[in-house]
């Protein structure tokens, strides 16, 4: 790495003069020529965080102290490095405010690309020494990419939302290593402060990993300007060239959804997958046989396996819900009014986020047990509620239905050839960017599948984030457009939304499915696609269940079966979709949703999941998966711990360093360490009071009653 002194004056850049068409914010169309520049740059930071006292002086994190002590002075933040790369040569520069002169260096009318890896991170530190022009994000404080005033041609793009993963798994994919641990960031630095030549590697590896990163990337895309801006967008550029054949512009254009329906569908209707503890097994150490099983990739499976509305949604007249054999051919939507419905199951299904006009509730830390409420839902989740709640009286409010059919054919193949490549390939190095691409693409298919199809902006204005409010008209007038067959070459609108509101909605009938099968008070958790069950399971019927509906489809399609259970490299078939047993455990507690500790029988490893923790933290129990328990901290200050909390600063003061250095930056982001307490909500302590003491085998029918909701809480 090379102290920035001008280079880039004398740099050979590769540049192509190009004529490029554009609107005028008047609607009128113009063109001009543009100096595009296809090299790779790339840009990073090294910050230090540290408090102002009350005296004025400026203090490091140090372990000890509470979270009261650091929340009771003002956090700053200071980049003390920078580093940029032109292809794969890095240079750096040590006052943020010295970055400008290497952009002022570039040719004059340089449309270029410079990539950052967080850029959601660099962003608060750039606003300080550049104006901003343009910022492109879907969420506060996450800019995807931006411009700014002085170099407008100049576009800072976000490499994570395009990875969307780590550094240091983006850099072992590339063979580079990332260098962790090696930078001490709670040390106080400033632009002043020596550096060893380890700690300006540290930075260096980090722009040479996302340079490699965007090189492998052109293999695919040839030039910066073809690569999609996100992950999701790399599968649906690639899915759009697979299905968008002669006729599809029409069909799937013709699925776009009315305002009203969309609005039902996004607000009310979309969920994700069913994440929950059995309130029994909950805050209780459950010992002796434990199962894990886990589908083999669930979404993919029943993207393949069942039917999906392919028609305009039509409002029905009937005040019935139709019998379920209806429902092979005709998806619907249900608006329902329940009164005085109760579980009659361990496991409850009903989410409390997704009820309104509600009485009485009682909940199941998020799930319904009991009460009044009105509710908007698929026949996939009609099924499972008759089944599993009763109620005094049921009321038909509204429903609108839509033929059903498999998914398109080449969709479908497409998602097999994931499937397949990522069974065969993994583990074969020579096949590793197939393997990687293949794991990566099937992950993103559902994600591209429920992606809004009108989403709000957000704006950066006077160092405050806003999201523009979407009109009922905006949204209205753009799915319009969506669903103009005359505009053939629109292909926004590539996959139908309601696919993915079924997607998920089906995922979680198959589950319920295998709940039943393991029994309501045998299942002890379930996470989106797996079970936790006490004792031994046999899921051979379902099994054989799922695979008939998968080769039907194929059958239907004329598509070889073998792709639906390839080979791994060792010769063993990896059939989709089924339930396929994972290691036993001896031990297993959760608490809730998203926070459970377990351990394997064979190996004696404890683990935990908890949302917002390291893996790694679970050191502090000691092994002693009793300790898991509501109180519980994982102390920041444990060198288990990774957690953070990030502060953004628009206000931030002069500052006077110890080694005279005089910070006049106000934006930043401040980071420090942060725990977690383990917790449960009061209500659900009370709820879990009822059978505190009860086991399998001593459980009454009485007590069976009071635990699935027949009781009166208060």
């Known amino acids: 790495m090379i102290l920035y002194d001008h280079q880039l004056k004398e740099a050979k850049f590769n540049i192509e003069e190009k004529r490029v068409h554009h609107k005028r914010k008047d609607g009128k169309k113009k063109s001009d020529i543009r100096r595009k520049c296809y090299d790779i740059f790339t840009f990073d930071i090294e910050v230090t965080s540290g408090w102002i006292k009350e005296d004025g002086s400026i203090t490091g994190y140090y372990p000890g102290m509470p979270e009261e002590y650091w929340n009771g002075m003002q956090p700053f933040s200071l980049c003390y490095l920078w580093q940029f790369s032109f292809n794969d040569q890095v240079y750096y520069g040590r006052d943020l405010k010295d970055f400008v002169q290497v952009l002022k260096d570039m040719p004059e009318d340089i449309q270029c690309v410079i990539w950052v890896f967080n850029l959601s991170y660099e962003f608060h530190f750039l606003i300080d020494v550049l104006t901003l022009k343009s910022v492109f994000a879907r969420s506060p404080h996450h800019p995807m990419k931006c411009t700014f005033k002085e170099f407008p041609r100049i576009e800072f793009r976000c490499a994570y939302v395009l990875e969307n993963t780590k550094l240091e798994n983006w850099g072992n994919d590339l063979g580079i290593k990332k260098l962790v641990g090696q930078l001490d960031y709670e040390a106080i630095r400033t632009p002043l402060t020596p550096l060893t030549t380890e700690e300006l590697e540290y930075g260096e590896h980090d722009c040479l990993i996302v340079y490699e990163g965007i090189k492998k990337e052109l293999e695919t895309y040839k030039d910066v300007y073809n690569i999609p801006l996100t992950s999701t967008g790399k599968i649906r550029k690639d899915c759009k060239e697979r299905i968008y054949k002669d006729g599809y512009d029409r069909y799937i254009k013709k699925q776009v959804p009315s305002l009203e329906i969309y609005k039902i569908l996004q607000g009310f209707v979309f969920a994700g997958g069913y994440t929950h503890a059995n309130r029994y097994h909950a805050n209780?150490?459950?010992?002796?046989?434990?199962?894990?099983?886990?589908?083999?990739?669930?979404?993919?499976?029943?993207m393949i396996a069942f039917k999906y509305p392919v028609g305009r949604w039509t409002y029905r007249t009937e005040t019935f819900i139709p019998k379920d054999k209806t429902f092979e051919n005709y998806a619907f939507i249900f608006k329902l009014h329940f009164e005085n419905v109760c579980a009659t199951t361990l496991n409850t299904y009903i989410q409390v986020s997704r009820i309104f006009n509600q009485h009485n509730i009682v909940n199941d830390n998020g799930r319904v047990v009991s009460g009044s409420f009105d509710i908007y839902v698929t026949e996939y989740d009609w099924m499972i509620i008759k089944d599993h709640y009763q109620w005094d009286r049921l009321i038909l409010l509204d429903s609108w239905y839509s033929k059903k059919d498999y998914l398109p054919k080449e969709f479908i193949k497409y998602i097999l050839e994931l499937y397949v490549a990522k069974t065969r390939y993994k583990g074969l190095s020579e096949f590793e960017d197939v393997y990687r691409r293949s794991k990566q693409f099937l992950n993103s298919l559902f994600g591209m599948s429920v992606t809004s199809i009108i989403q709000a902006d957000c704006e950066f204005m006077s160092g405050e984030w806003f999201t523009k409010n979407l009109t009922a008209e905006a949204v209205e007038k753009?799915?319009?457009?969506?669903?103009?067959?005359?505009?053939?070459?629109?292909?926004?609108?590539?996959?139908?939304?309601?696919?993915?509101?079924?997607?998920t909605s089906i995922a979680r009938y198959t589950l319920w499915k295998c709940i039943d099968i393991a029994g309501d008070l045998?299942?002890?958790?379930?996470?989106?696609?797996?079970?936790?069950?006490?004792?031994?399971?046999?899921?051979?019927?379902?099994?054989?269940?799922?695979?008939?509906?998968?080769?039907?489809?194929?059958?239907?399609?004329?598509?070889?079966?073998?792709?639906?259970c390839p080979e791994d490299k060792k010769g063993v078939k990896h059939p989709l979709g089924v339930f396929d047993k994972e290691p036993d455990l001896s031990e297993f507690r959760t608490l809730h949703s998203k926070c459970y500790c377990m351990r394997e029988a064979e190996t004696g490893e404890l683990s935990i999941t908890v949302a917002g923790i390291n893996k790694g933290a679970v050191a502090m129990l000691n092994n002693n998966i009793d300790a898991f328990e509501a109180g519980?901290?994982?102390?920041?200050?444990?060198?288990?711990?990774?957690?953070?909390?990030?502060?953004?600063i628009s206000d931030q003061p002069d500052i006077t360093f110890d080694d005279g250095y005089v910070s006049h930056y106000r934006n930043g982001i401040n980071i420090r360490r942060t725990g977690y307490k383990l917790g449960m909500s009061d209500d659900y302590e009370r709820l879990l009071e009822f059978f505190a003491d009860?086991?399998?085998?001593?459980?009454?029918?009485?007590?069976k009653d009071r635990l699935r909701g027949y009781f009166e809480y208060g």
């Open 284 to 302: 209780k150490t459950i010992t002796g046989l434990i199962e894990h099983y886990d589908f083999t990739s669930s979404y993919p499976a029943v």
């Open 478 to 503: 753009r799915l319009k457009d969506l669903s103009n067959t005359y505009r053939r070459n629109d292909t926004r609108y590539f996959l139908s939304y309601s696919w993915g509101c079924w997607i």
């Open 632 to 648: 519980f901290n994982f102390d920041k200050d444990h060198p288990s711990v990774s957690k953070r909390m990030h502060t953004y």
């Open 522 to 564: 045998s299942v002890c958790y379930c996470d989106t696609d797996s079970i936790f069950a006490v004792g031994h399971h046999d899921f051979t019927e379902y099994n054989k269940w799922i695979t008939e509906k998968l080769e039907a489809t194929c059958r239907h399609y004329r598509i070889d079966t073998s792709m639906l």
């Open 694 to 703: 009860a086991t399998i085998d001593n459980i009454s029918e009485i007590t």
